[in-house]
């Protein structure tokens, strides 16, 4: 079953806004993970913080994890039409025998509009 | 480095012929997966594999087989397509076993339709 789940489902803005996106999950975790999905194509990781990590940057990518709330954000700073593309966010979930397996949210749907 | 490839692109079955889905990854990752992904859904797991030789059932497993007898290959068979399996596969790697702390390399993906 799915852990994780985005929202907004979908979210649209201009071009040099900033662009947040939430993700939150109902059972502890040890990681949680951000990937990008351009259509058409395959996942590509960003980002991931552990969760004795409160936040991360990777160049205009910000990722916060809340894990008394359950609650993750992406924000992507001076966003740009390339950006365009859905974001999940992936949590660990326990698949029994000591094994850890990644599970997905739905996503959120990012339109940049130049 | 090619990454993780997927064959076919595309796929249009006739319900109850069987196939395989290929993915191959040429980074010598131990765990490798099968996800897939539906309309407004996120990704689903289908099996994944820790190593070569060992497989194991993931969320939604029925109607898929999967082997792994190489680091490279892992291979996802449908016995008997249906029209619920209708989806868009992707096939993900990683280079430790532990694929909740590890970055997931993604295929791109192999869209398939039965009828």
């Known amino acids: 079953s799915q852990q994780g789940e985005e929202d907004p489902q979908a979210l649209s803005i201009q071009e040099g806004e900033n662009a947040t996106m939430n993700c939150s999950y109902k059972t502890s975790i040890n990681n949680l993970q951000w990937y990008r999905q351009n259509s058409g194509r395959g996942l590509v990781h960003l980002i991931l913080i552990r969760s004795n990590e409160r936040e991360k940057h990777s160049g205009r990518l910000r990722v916060t994890l809340d894990t008394s709330k359950k609650s993750s954000s992406l924000l992507i700073t001076a966003s740009r039409a390339a950006d365009t593309a859905s974001y999940f966010c992936a949590t660990d979930a326990y698949s029994g025998a000591g094994s850890y397996q990644l599970t997905f949210g739905k996503g959120t749907k990012l339109s940049v509009i130049p | 480095n090619a990454g993780v490839t997927q064959t076919p692109k595309f796929q249009v079955l006739k319900t109850g012929q069987s196939m395989t889905l290929q993915c191959a990854q040429d980074m010598n990752h131990e765990y490798m997966s099968w996800y897939r992904q539906d309309p407004g859904m996120g990704l689903r797991l289908i099996h994944y594999s820790v190593g070569a030789g060992i497989t194991d059932q993931g969320e939604v497993p029925n109607g898929y087989n999967v082997s792994r007898s190489t680091t490279e290959d892992f291979p996802l068979r449908l016995l008997s397509a249906a029209p619920s399996q209708t989806s868009v596969y992707f096939c993900?790697?990683?280079?430790?076993?532990?694929?909740?702390?590890?970055?997931?390399?993604f295929g791109p993906g192999t869209r398939l339709t039965v009828l």
């Open positions: 993900a790697s990683s280079s430790t076993w532990d694929s909740s702390t590890d970055t997931q390399y």
